[in-house]
C-alpha cells in the first residue's frame, strides 16, 4: 500500500512509519515540525519508497499519485506542547482532520483517526468502555486539546456516514517508547528523566490517580491492524493494567536505580483522577491485546535515555 501519516516525524508517528516501511508500504510523511522532529525519520530519508513532505495539514495539502490509506496522527499531544499551540491544536483537529478525510476520499483510501482517551475528561465511569460518553470541561485548561479531538470524531463519523469514506477511530491511552521527547510533561518521560538526572520525581495530587500505560510497539500494532480493517471504531488502545502515580513513581525509582526524592506538587485544573481502557473491542475486532510489560516497556525507555544524553541534558535546560 501507499500510506499518507500525518504527524509523521512525532513520536507515534515516526514508528507507524518504521512499521509500514518494514512490511513494505509506500509512505508519505507529513509533518510541519513544530512539534515532530527531522531525526525521528532520518533513517528512512532516502529509502525506496519513503515521502517527506513539509507542510501543515490545518492549511490545505495536495498529495499526488494514489494513496491507498490515510492515518492522521498530526496534533501537538502533550499538555505542555498544545498549552504553548492552542489554536494550532484546534486547527489541526477540525481543518487538518477535514484535509486528511479529502484525501482518503478523494482515492477511496482507508482513514484512519488517532484520537485519544482524553475525549472522556476526568471520566464518571471506571474503566472507560467506548460507549461512554465523557466528562470534558470545554472552556477548561486542556479543552483545545480534548475538544479537538472530540470534533475530530465527530467530523470522521459525518465523512463516514454522509459522504462513504472508509474510516475508523482509535482512542489512544497513554502511550510510552523511545523517541519522546524528554520535556514533553507526560508522566513516564517526567520520571525517567527526573530519576536518571537525581531530581526529585514530580507527582501532582496525592499520587493516588491512576493511569494505564502501553508501550509503543504494541499500540503501533493496533494501529496498523486497524489501518488493514473496515472496522469503524471507535476502538480504545492501552493498555489494562493500572497504576497509582505514586506507585509508578516507585517502580522508576529502583528501574533505574535513582536515589531522587518524590516531591508531591498540586494536582492541574481537569487533571484525570481515574484512566484505565476497555479492549474487549480491540481483541474481538482487530485480535488484539497489548503484549510488552510495562516493567521490560520502562526498562527499555530508561535504556534509551542513557543512549542518547543530548536527549537527556533537554530535560534540566
Same mark, same amino acid.
Given at each position: ?54 507542510? #501543515? ?48 476520499? *478523494? ?14 475528561? #476526568? ?18 485548561? /486542556? ?19 454522509? /459522504?462513504?469514506?472508509? %474510516? ?10 523511545? /523517541? ?18 537525581? *531530581? ?20 503501533? *500494532? ?36 535513582? %536515589? ?7 494536582l492541574p485544573?481537569?487533571?484525570?483522577? *481515574? ?5 474487549? /473491542?480491540?481483541?474481538?475486532?482487530l485480535g ?18 542513557r543512549s ?10
Open positions: 500500500m501507499r500510506v499518507l501519516v500525518t504527524g509523521g516525524a512525532g513520536f507515534l508517528g515516526s514508528h507507524l512509519c518504521d512499521a509500514l516501511m518494514a512490511r513494505g508500504d509506500g509512505v508519505v510523511c507529513v509533518d510541519d515540525l513544530s512539534t515532530g522532529r527531522n531525526e525521528n525519520v532520518s533513517h528512512l530519508i532516502g529509502r525506496p519508497g519513503f515521502e517527506f513532505v513539509d507542510a #501543515d495539514v490545518s492549511g490545505g495539502l495536495d498529495v499526488s499519485g494514489r494513496l491507498d490509506a490515510v492515518a492522521h496522527l498530526a496534533s501537538p499531544a502533550s499538555p505542555p506542547a498544545y498549552l504553548r499551540r492552542p489554536i494550532e491544536t484546534l486547527a489541526v483537529g477540525s481543518r487538518g482532520t477535514e484535509t486528511a478525510l479529502r484525501l482518503a476520499g *478523494r482515492d477511496g483510501a482507508r482513514f484512519v483517526l488517532a484520537s485519544t482517551s482524553e475525549i472522556y475528561g #476526568d471520566p464518571e465511569v471506571h474503566p472507560q468502555p467506548e460507549d461512554y460518553w465523557g466528562n470534558v470541561n470545554p472552556v477548561g485548561p /486542556r479543552s483545545v486539546y480534548d475538544e479537538a479531538k472530540r470534533f475530530a470524531e465527530a467530523l470522521t463519523t459525518a465523512y463516514r456516514s454522509a /459522504r462513504g469514506v472508509n %474510516a475508523g477511530i482509535v482512542r489512544i491511552f497513554n502511550t510510552y517508547g523511545p /523517541r519522546m521527547a524528554a520535556g514533553d510533561g507526560r508522566i513516564v518521560t517526567n520520571f525517567v528523566t527526573q530519576a536518571l538526572t537525581g *531530581r526529585p520525581l514530580t507527582v501532582y495530587g496525592d499520587g493516588r490517580q491512576t493511569r494505564s500505560f502501553c508501550y509503543v510497539d504494541d499500540l503501533i *500494532r493496533g494501529i496498523v491492524a486497524m489501518i488493514d480493517s473496515a472496522e469503524p471504531g471507535p476502538i480504545n488502545l492501552g493498555n489494562p493494567e493500572e497504576f497509582e502515580v505514586g506507585a509508578f513513581a516507585a517502580l522508576v525509582l529502583s528501574l533505574t536505580g535513582s %536515589a531522587s526524592p518524590i516531591e508531591y506538587l498540586p485544573a481537569d487533571d484525570p483522577t *481515574r484512566r484505565r481502557p476497555v479492549i474487549e /473491542r480491540a481483541a474481538e475486532r488484539w491485546k497489548p503484549e510488552i510489560p510495562v516493567t521490560d516497556g520502562v526498562g527499555r525507555v530508561v535504556q534509551w535515555f542518547h544524553p543530548d536527549e537527556l541534558s533537554r530535560a534540566t535546560a
